[in-house]
């Protein structure tokens, strides 16, 4: 039964937000970024408040230029100079929080894969009075912190959606492939696969080294009797569809995550399906969180994260989603 009421409440809260978005105009749409810099511009009539986005994006991939799409747009509406860095290294990437509580922002936005070594710069912020809202990882961690809600998808319930989704094809033997290990977020994922699929098999790969990521792959296809292999994010799986169709394999291939390359190959029947945690909706709340806190004191989930996924992108709906990715905010 919990399982199913939090189901629920991730439906709610990703119905919710999509209803708050598309109540919001925007004056100018997406703006380009420049050194770094974003956002800006007439929109909410508002003061100008400066907000500093602050990711664990490794170079290359392309879900993080969704998640900046969706900041971008909300800070030309909402009159926010927005401040994009980002790090995969934690101690990195925390060290970019603490270059922002410096320079004394109105408001960080923050994502943590790598909680514990995130957790100083982090407490550090919210105890210099600076609202500090967590995205896409991090949501059994945030409120620990102070962060005042965590916009993003519970990636178990995403691994067992699509482990789910594989059962009804008559899969039963996937390989879930990992691109970053340590990660709290991936590995959720493919243990949600596992409690619905047990003999999933794990493969750890190194996503900053896409050539070595081919040929794990590769060298995984030609040993494993696997009817399944799960990328973990758009440009893995892209990388995964090389492996397979280079070594004749007729393996499926499905996915977690979206970008336009990945939706046409969709489209192509190439990938059965992905799991999409919307993340254009992560970016885009994230920073209208930041500024209706300023607005007016207020806190938006009651304590308790907001859910942006999963929503299962298939070849029954892809003709609705391409458009979006071809324009970057799917």
Same mark, same amino acid.
């Given at each position: 039964?919990?399982?199913?009421?939090?189901?629920?409440?991730?439906?709610?809260?990703?119905?919710?937000?999509?209803?708050?978005?598309?109540?919001?105009?925007?004056?100018?749409?997406?703006?380009?970024?420049?050194?770094?810099?974003?956002?800006?511009?007439?929109?909410?009539?508002?003061?100008?408040?400066?907000?500093?986005?602050?990711?664990?994006?490794?170079?290359?991939?392309?879900?993080?230029?969704?998640?900046?799409? =969706?900041?971008?747009?909300?800070?030309?509406?909402?009159?926010?100079?927005?401040?994009?860095?980002? !790090?995969?290294?934690?101690?990195?990437?925390?060290?970019?929080?603490? &270059?922002?509580?410096?320079?004394?922002?109105?408001?960080?936005?923050?994502?943590?894969?790598?909680?514990?070594?995130? *957790?100083?710069?982090?407490?550090?912020? #919210?105890? /210099?009075?600076?609202?500090?809202?967590?995205?896409?990882?991090?949501?059994?961690?945030?409120?620990?912190?102070?962060?005042?809600?965590?916009?993003?998808?519970?990636?178990?319930?995403?691994?067992?959606?699509? =482990?789910?989704?594989?059962?009804?094809?008559?899969?039963?033997?996937?390989?879930?492939?990992?691109?970053?290990?340590?990660?709290?977020?991936?590995?959720?994922?493919?243990?949600?696969?596992?409690?619905?699929?047990?003999?999933?098999?794990?493969?750890?790969? &190194? =996503?900053? !080294?896409?050539?070595?990521?081919?040929?794990?792959?590769?060298?995984?296809?030609?040993? *494993? !009797?696997?009817?399944?292999?799960?990328?973990?994010?758009?440009?893995?799986?892209?990388?995964?569809?090389?492996?397979?169709?280079?070594?004749?394999?007729?393996?499926?291939? /499905? *996915?977690?995550?979206?970008?336009?390359?990945?939706?046409?190959?969709? /489209?192509?029947?190439?990938?059965?399906?992905?799991? !999409? &945690?919307?993340?254009?909706?992560?970016?885009? *709340?994230? #920073?209208? /969180?930041?500024?209706?806190?300023?607005?007016?004191?207020?806190?938006?989930? =009651?304590?308790?994260?907001?859910?942006?996924?999963?929503?299962?992108?298939?070849?029954?709906?892809?003709?609705?989603?391409?458009?979006?990715?071809?324009?970057?905010?799917?």
């Amino acid at each position: 039964m919990a399982k199913k009421s939090t189901m629920m409440m991730a439906v709610a809260a990703t119905a919710a937000a999509a209803l708050t978005l598309s109540a919001c105009s925007s004056e100018g749409g997406r703006q380009e970024a420049a050194g770094g810099e974003g956002g800006g511009g007439e929109g909410a009539g508002t003061p100008e408040i400066n907000v500093s986005l602050i990711t664990h994006a490794a170079p290359g991939d392309t879900f993080w230029d969704i998640v900046r799409a =969706g900041a971008e747009e909300n800070a030309t509406k909402n009159n926010v100079n927005l401040q994009y860095t980002s !790090d995969p290294d934690g101690a990195r990437q925390a060290q970019l929080v603490n &270059q922002a509580v410096d320079q004394g922002v109105d408001g960080i936005v923050v994502t943590l894969a790598k909680a514990d070594a995130m *957790s100083g710069a982090v407490e550090r912020a #919210v105890d /210099a009075g600076i609202p500090v809202i967590s995205i896409n990882a991090g949501e059994e961690e945030f409120a620990d912190m102070g962060v005042i809600t965590h916009f993003g998808q519970n990636e178990s319930i995403a691994g067992e959606a699509l =482990g789910e989704r594989l059962q009804e094809e008559g899969l039963e033997k996937p390989i879930c492939v990992i691109q970053e290990q340590g990660h709290v977020g991936l590995e959720n994922r493919c243990a949600g696969v596992t409690e619905v699929l047990p003999e999933t098999e794990i493969l750890y790969v &190194q =996503g900053t !080294d896409m050539p070595s990521v081919k040929s794990t792959v590769t060298s995984s296809l030609q040993t *494993s !009797d696997a009817d399944a292999i799960v990328g973990l994010g758009a440009p893995f799986t892209m990388t995964i569809i090389e492996a397979v169709e280079e070594t004749g394999s007729d393996i499926t291939v /499905a *996915s977690f995550d979206l970008n336009a390359e990945l939706a046409q190959a969709i /489209a192509d029947e190439r990938v059965l399906f992905t799991v !999409d &945690q919307q993340p254009y909706l992560q970016g885009y *709340s994230a #920073v209208d /969180a930041i500024w209706a806190y300023h607005r007016g004191g207020f806190t938006p989930g =009651g304590g308790q994260p907001v859910l942006t996924g999963p929503a299962i992108v298939d070849g029954e709906n892809i003709e609705n989603v391409l458009a979006y990715a071809e324009e970057g905010i799917r």
